[in-house]
């Protein structure tokens, strides 16, 4: 067995070799799919009918982007809304959940447990499906309105936690005694010293919450009809279950519009490049945030 | 007394927790009560409120219908998610920690977790390139090959192994990153030790990174179970494009309620069968609590 001194752990070189190779096989597996969608966005549609999808298009273009640009109102309008209920949706969303967060960090406070059971016990149980969808549409009338696709994501019980434990790890009582001695008032300690201590924390919770905006469909699917109001991801399922299954609930305006605008098969791909770029893009610089904030959240929740 | 007393010292606290009290409110604790809807006949006229109550009518309806099967379904699917899960995360991670040049470790990381990142409209659009009828990679193949190609998305029998697949395509890398936490978090001493005393790689996998382990492994296992009566509905539904003729193997507890919700409008049904699901995960989650704390009492949730 070979030794160094300061390494006793490392591996051998041919297993070394063998894990690599393993962990090469996998990232193409990963990756290989993503490949072809951007490839096929790429491709012709005249080849894109002759050949079907293929990871070297017989012949390239760029119509596809074209066409998707040119015709793009929908697309447009959808990204402005992906856009600002993004924007909104986590500026928000982190607005509450760090004030709520805190004052569950805050161990002299004696309601804290009882607010926290409150929040807890929301991860236990639900009303289901059905009794929202009726709250949120009889009761509440969000229906078809911009704040149906933020709220009920905002606040989740999930990052509450996350943030809660990263505050009382970073955050030091003493700090906060000595703000309050010097006659600093509650907001005023939230917002200088509570937010700029929790900044890794934010991000970690931040960046969950940027992607469950940007990646949701579900909340659209639901409650939206008016074609102002259909974010990019819900556009792209409403092109796909059209082209291949018109099933029996899709026959809305929204989607005879939609249709009418977009029919190809090889722009609904440079659409899904579109929408799957920003993503891919962004994420790489989030990703220690991401997995710090995993790894305090995994434990607990 | 306390209370007001409390409420004036803490103004601000109380001041600050109120929009997220708020929202608890409006989307959690109010469709609480909405599960009433289960035991009623519900016409939209008359409201959550004014409907006919109809007692165990809408749940006897439910499990002489198709309860069964997606129960199965659900349990099933869920099985081999958390024990196939399992055991690709830790290998994943073990085999990452292995990998001592930080960039490629790195670089590996951030491919492998990427696909977490991708919605399930756009995960179920890029399988679809490799599915679909005419066009799909697979069926190219197979036709290359000779073979008969394959109506993907109307044949029940290859669809367990898509759908596992597919869940696995998408989450191990994220999953097997917290372990990869954990073993990095084990005192390198322990192995210069094993070394010395001349383990070899496997035996000190074996003895010193799954013992070192085991805690968090248990406690991700049972959490996961407490969630067995929960499908990912994005996988369910947009992965299978919600195709009927797949509905024996893939309809799920989540996509049934939601098929029920939006085509059926059987809503007294399907809130019937959305209870059913809260009720038993909530049991579930409960006993998981009471092992956990029995095991390791600061892992427990409550």
Redesign the interface.
Known sequence: ?E?TSS?????PKS??LV??L??IV??V???I??I??YA?SFTSEAS?SAK??Q?LPSEWSLDAYRYVFRNGDQILQSAYVTIGVTAIGTLFSL???A??S???S?RD???RNV?A????F???????????????T???HLADSFWILI??Y??SAFN?IILRTFMQQSIETAILEAARIDGA???YI?ARIVIPLSKPGLATVGLFTL?TY?????LGQ?YITNPKLVSL??M??KL??NI??V???ATSATNNMLMAQIPA?GA??AI?VI??TP??CA??FF?KY??KG??IG???? | M?FLY?LRK?K??FL??L???I??V??????????I?AFKNYNFYD??LGSPWIGFKNFEYLFKGDAWLITRNTLLYNFVFIIFGLILAVA?AI??D???NRF?SKT????????Y??????V???????L?A????I??ALTFMGMHPINF?SETTYWPYILIFVFF?KSV??SS??YL?SITGIS?EY??AA??D?AS?WQ?IRFITIPCLKP?II??TILSIGKIFYAD??LFY?VT????ALYPVTQVI?TY??N????MGN?GM??AA??Y??FV??VL??ITNWIVKKMDKD?A??
């Open positions: 067995m030794q390494k006793f752990n490392q591996l297993w070394n894990f690599n393993i962990l996998l990232c597996v990963c990756i799919p993503i072809l969608v096929i894109l079907g999808y990871f607005l509450v959940t004030l709520f805190y004052v569950l805050r406070f004696r309601y607010m059971f409150f929040l807890f929301t991860m236990l149980f639900n009303g289901g499906l059905v009794p929202s969808y009726i709250v949120n009889n009761v509440l709220l009920p905002s606040l509450v008032g509650e907001w939230f992607v940007w990646n949701d469909w579900f639901l991801q819900y792209l399922m796909q279950s291949d299954f099933t029996s609930n098969e609904r791909m899904l929408v799957l993503i891919l994420y790489p990703q991401f997995v995993l790894t995994g434990i607990k929740g | 306390t409390e803490n601000v606290l600050m927790a929009p997220a009290l929202l608890l409006l989307f959690n604790y109010l469709p609480m009560f909405g599960v809807l409201g959550i994943l085999v990452l292995e990998i001592r490629l590996y990381q951030t491919i492998l977790i990427m696909p990142f991708l919605s399930w409209t756009i179920a659009l890029i399988f679809y390139a490799f679909s005419d066009k799909g990679i069926n190219q998305y395509w890398g994220y990153i917290i936490a390198p192995y210069e070394t010395i001349g790689k000190q968090i406690i991700m509905f994005g947009q494009y919600n195709s009927g989540d309620v939601y029920g919700l939006t085509s809503y399907t809130a959305g209870l699901q809260s995960g909530f989650v409960i892992s949730l409550f």
